[in-house]
């Protein structure tokens, strides 16, 4: 097993909410990328933040919004939430952007209704 | 834009028979990584290919870079139950994000 954990493992929530996400990364990784992985599907890129800062964003609008604190731990924050985004949101930590290897953490299952 | 096609979706192997997943990207690709996702579980690293040609082994598990970097694939000789879930290649194109491009996966089950 990894060391990346996420909070909480499992959540549900109705349309229009707003909803909180939490990873630990691995010790000593400075680099978070965070997945939403739709049911039958590959996880698809939301964005990495590396030093506390966004490092890149996949195709996703702008209701999905993060943060990285000092400690490298890592938020995911999605508003106004709607039906299709019930999905496994993943974290994943590694020593740093580019080619390094991801550790996922076991996911967040967000149900929307 | 970047995708990476994996087939088959899915694949059902009689306990013991051989299985092989192909992944192929359109573009070259700084380097691969496979996963193997258990039902109900989360994507689990199982290797990273960078090199053109570069041939890995774990075990019963085979994996392959292709020589232009483009293709891979993961054979799993003599199937046991346990290697039942989804394995999905997931493409690296470099750069500074180094986010990882996932295939669609291949559901591997394997019947007793």
């Known amino acids: 097993e990894t060391g990346v954990t996420q909070s909480p493992t499992h959540l549900i929530k109705t349309r229009g909410q707003q909803v909180t996400l939490r990873c630990s990364s691995q010790?000593?990784?400075?680099?978070v990328s965070w997945y939403q992985q739709a049911l039958g599907q590959g996880p698809q890129f939301i964005f990495q933040?590396?030093?506390?800062?966004?490092?890149g964003r996949g195709n996703f609008p702008p209701r999905f919004s993060g943060l990285q604190f000092p400690n490298y731990s890592s938020e995911l924050n999605v508003n106004a939430l709607e039906l299709d985004d019930s999905a496994l949101y993943l974290c994943?930590?590694?020593?740093?952007?580019?080619?390094?290897?991801?550790?996922f953490g076991p996911g967040t299952r967000l149900l929307v209704l | 834009g970047q995708q990476v096609m994996q087939i088959p979706q899915y694949q059902h192997v009689q306990e013991g028979e051989d299985f092989t997943t192909y992944c192929n990207s359109s573009?070259?690709?700084?380097?691969i990584q496979w996963y193997k996702q258990r039902p109900g579980g989360h994507p689990v690293f199982l290797i990273q290919?960078?090199?053109?040609?570069e041939v890995k082994k774990q075990k019963r598990l085979t994996f392959q870079f292709g020589e232009a970097k483009k293709n891979s694939s993961l054979h799993i000789t003599a199937t046991q139950t346990t290697d039942v879930g989804t394995y999905f290649c997931?493409?690296?194109?470099?750069?500074?994000?180094?986010?990882?491009?996932f295939g669609k996966g291949t559901k591997l089950s394997v019947k007793p």
């Open positions: 573009t070259t690709l700084s380097n």
């Open positions: 933040y590396y030093r506390e800062e966004e490092n």
């Open positions: 997931a493409g690296n194109y470099g750069g500074s994000q180094g986010n990882l491009i």
């Open positions: 290919l960078v090199k053109s040609g």
């Open positions: 010790s000593g990784h400075n680099t």
């Open positions: 994943a930590s590694s020593l740093g952007p580019g080619r390094e290897t991801q550790y």
